[in-house]
Structure formats: C-alpha cells, structure tokens
C-alpha cells in the first residue's frame, strides 16, 4: 500500500529538548515537504527537498532542520524546541511531474512545555 | 492581503444541496491543488489542476487561469463530505500555499 508515515503521532517534550519527528515514503518519490498546521493560521511550509541530499526552506523554517540521506526517507529535527513550536506537523510527499498528486502522513500532534 | 483566499470560511447546509467553494489567487502558479482534511486530522489530496476541469464522483473542480480562481463543487452533498477543504498552490520551485480552508457541514 501507497502510503507516508510519520513517528511518533503524539509527541509531549519539555523546552530545550532535541527531538526528531520521522518521515517515509514507500512510493519512491523524489519530493518530500514539510508542514506545520495551526489555528488561524492554516498550513505552512517548513521545508521541502527536490531529492536526496537537496533540500530548501519553506515559509518557516527558523527552528527546525531536516536531513534527506535517503530517497525515502526526510526527517524534522527540532535541535532546541520551544513552546511556539507546539503544532500538527505533515509530512508529504509527491514525484516531480506537473500532474503529480501529493500525499500526506497521518501527522504529528507535539506539544512544547 | 493572503496570497489564497478561501470562501466562505465555513459553510452550513442540507444534505443533497450543491456546494461551492471558492479559491482566488494573487501569484502566477503552476498548479493548483483541493484538499480535505476530515475532523480526524488526515489530509487527502482531491485534486491537482493546472487548466480547465476535472470531476471525481460527486466533486467537480474547475480553475480559471486569466482570472486566478478556482472553484470545487460538491453535488448531491452527503453529511460524510463534513470536513475542511483547501486550496493550494504551487509555485516555482515546488512551494506550496495554502489557503486558510472552508470548513463544511453537511446536516442530514
């Protein structure tokens, strides 16, 4: 079956306290996205990557760091997080064609204490 | 001013009522794309237009490129359409923005 997915789903962690949220893909997809979900403020992008070892900011990227040794795989590190960081996190992925479809993860609910 | 403006925000109606969601867009785009996010959270993509029409069962999305909008509509709605749609669009380089969702309740 199709899918990303994405670990942990549900994530409580106090201030200052590395992190890293997983991403995988078994589509075999060059291109993977990151996106942060809040309450008012809709979707935004953190980063995204074109394939491995390439990869550009998006929206908001201050914060947060991503790797992509892996065509696979694209993780969110969160070196230092902080409160503002609490969100739902999706991770997507889709191929580089103009018709391609982008799929998303079931997301990450984290909360910075 | 929001790059992608949705409207309505939220929308309330009968079950069998045609629906439609707007999405107006201020930047040049190479795409177009509907989402639905249901209350669970989950996001699927519905659709990806870059020109004219496209129809999946009971949704139909179309896009006007000269005049930067895009419309979905929901025929012979259902109270399981109930969710969160929004509207996407992808520039250069892959970016994708998104618009804020309309939010549609579908009552039996």
């Known amino acids: 079956e199709a899918q990303v997915t994405q670990n942990p789903r549900y994530l409580i962690t106090v201030t200052g306290k590395k992190l890293t949220v997983t991403c995988s893909q078994n589509?075999?997809?060059?291109?993977m996205s990151w996106y942060r979900q809040d309450p008012g403020l809709g979707l935004r992008q953190i980063y995204y990557?074109?394939?491995?070892?390439?990869?550009d900011k998006g929206d908001v990227p201050e914060g947060y760091k991503v790797s992509r040794k892996e065509k696979r795989n694209f993780p969110l590190i969160l070196e230092s997080p902080s409160p503002n960081q609490t969100s739902l996190y999706f991770c997507?992925?889709?191929?580089?064609?103009?018709?391609?479809?982008?799929?998303f993860g079931p997301g990450t609910r984290l909360l910075v204490l | 001013k929001n790059e992608v403006e949705q409207s309505p925000q939220n929308l309330t109606a009968q079950e069998g009522e045609f629906i439609t969601i707007n999405c107006s867009y201020s930047?040049?785009?190479?795409?177009l794309h509907w989402l639905q996010q249901h209350p669970g959270g989950g996001i699927v993509s519905l659709f990806m237009?870059?020109?004219g029409k496209k129809k999946h069962g009971r949704l139909i999305a179309t896009i006007n490129i000269q005049e930067k909008h895009s419309s979905l509509h929901i025929t012979a709605s259902h109270p399981r359409d109930s969710a969160v749609y929004i509207c996407?669009?992808?520039?250069?380089?892959?970016?994708?923005?998104f618009g804020q969702g309309t939010r549609l309740t579908i009552n039996p």
């Open positions: 930047v040049g785009i190479s795409a």
């Open positions: 996407a669009v992808r520039g250069g380089a892959q970016k994708l923005v």
């Open positions: 237009l870059s020109s």
């Open positions: 990557s074109m394939n491995v070892e390439v990869t």
């Open positions: 997507a992925s889709s191929g580089l064609a103009s018709g391609e479809t982008q799929y």
């Open positions: 589509m075999n997809h060059e291109y």
